[in-house]
């Protein structure tokens, strides 16, 4: 059983739309979310999939979300019908930490390489879980994005330096790192360092939930990924849908 974030009360979060950050941005995809997280990001656009009443961890918006509204749970078969008849050949798994429930999206993905042998799965991922071992070869890419102490965790919850080396030898393995300063930036070039992280598998993306946010970070971050030789991702379904559910 899948637990998913909702679009609206009842209606799960699976709906088709383009990739809009990272290495496969502009990529028709249909995209699943699943509901709960391990981290706590206060600056977190997705915060009704994990802070929910009871939870005391801060968010900047100060909402708690009613779970009854919010989660709800899905049979993969069921998950796997509604995507396939989206009719992409592109998944890409979200959250919350879709890692979180590893068994249940294995058999959700084997359900759609049933049908589709060449279907393209993506997951987007804190990265601090492994995927175990029945799920990380059903797995073409991994968008990583572990998070730098602007989000408000702590660091040996947020980082985790064994998990870190091993995406970093991935070659399927993309990081991309949510920046809102230049203090961030730095910080992820640090990273970059201490685990080798390839240049080309390496992106600084603006924090942010509106247009104006994100082009007034990405002034600064362009030249600094210029300087710096590493990618700049937009987040571009804000741009097009605004920080809206289901786009
Ligand atoms: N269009 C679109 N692209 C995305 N890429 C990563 C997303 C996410 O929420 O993880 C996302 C999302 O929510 N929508
Ligand atoms: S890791 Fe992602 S889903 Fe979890 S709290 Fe942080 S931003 Fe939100
Ligand atoms: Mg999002």
Redo the contacts with the bound molecule.
């Keep these: 059983m899948l637990t998913l974030a909702t679009i609206r009360p009842g209606e799960p979060e699976i709906f088709a739309?383009?990739?809009?950050?990272?290495p496969s941005v502009g990529r028709p995809s249909v995209?699943i979310?699943l509901s709960r997280c391990n981290l706590a990001c206060v600056w977190c656009?997705?915060a009704y999939t994990w802070h929910f009443a009871g939870d005391e961890r801060p968010h900047r918006d100060g909402v708690v979300y009613e779970r009854a509204g919010n989660q709800m749970q899905m049979h993969e078969e069921d998950a796997a019908a509604r995507i396939l008849a989206l009719g992409s050949d592109r998944l890409?798994l979200?959250?919350g930490e879709p890692l979180l429930q590893a068994p249940a999206v294995a058999r959700l993905l084997v359900l759609l390489r049933r049908d589709r042998p060449n279907f393209h799965l993506e997951v987007?991922t804190n990265g601090t879980i492994a995927a175990p071992a029945m799920l990380d070869p059903l797995i073409d890419q991994f968008?990583v994005s572990p998070k730098l102490s602007h989000s408000g965790n702590a660091p040996g919850l947020a980082l985790n330096p064994e998990r870190l080396r091993t995406y970093a030898d991935d070659p399927r393995a993309f990081f991309k790192f949510v920046v809102a300063d230049l203090q961030d930036a730095e910080a992820a070039l640090a990273l970059q360092r201490d685990y080798s992280i390839a240049s080309d598998r390496l992106f600084l993306m603006p924090e942010g939930t509106d247009s104006s946010t994100l082009l007034q970070r990405m002034q600064w971050l362009a030249p600094f990924c210029q300087q710096h030789g590493i990618r700049l991702s937009d987040r571009?379904?804000i741009h097009l849908?605004g920080d809206t559910r289901g786009?």
């Design positions: 739309s383009l990739q809009g950050e990272g995209f979310r656009d997705t890409v979200t959250g987007e968008n571009q379904h849908f786009t």
